[in-house]
Nanobody
């Protein structure tokens, strides 16, 4: 069964840190993170290329967010530092067996989402 299970959201003050996890039940070339704030489109945050460990980030989070993996657990992490109020959103991990881009429509499999709230 294809499944992505997320965890790690919560409430944090501005300037603080949170780490999100996404455990996959299948092999994939790329795992991505997206987020959706109330009233806004779901937007790309970053992605991890499983084969070579390459990462790519949206400009809005570059230098503050880091994606890493745990091979043994087939888990990808999103470490979020220096959080801002505008980072408040529901965060989703996504995967696809073939797609490697940054468009949300390219990803077939999605986690359930986890809420991140940053208080100013």
């Amino acid at each position: 069964q294809v499944q992505l299970v997320e965890s790690g959201g919560g409430l944090v003050q501005a300037g603080g840190s949170l780490r999100l996890s996404c455990a996959a039940s299948f092999s994939t070339a790329v795992m991505a993170w997206f987020r959706q704030a109330p009233g806004k489109e779901r937007e790309f945050v970053g992605q991890y290329f499983w084969g070579d460990g390459h990462t790519y980030y949206a400009d809005s989070v570059k230098g503050r967010f880091t994606i890493s993996r745990d091979n043994a657990k087939s888990t990808v992490y999103l470490q979020m530092n220096s959080l801002k109020a505008e980072d408040t959103a529901v965060y989703y991990c996504a995967a696809d067996k073939f797609y490697r881009g940054t468009q949300r429509t390219g990803y077939e499999y999605w986690g359930q989402g986890t809420q991140v709230t940053v208080s100013a």
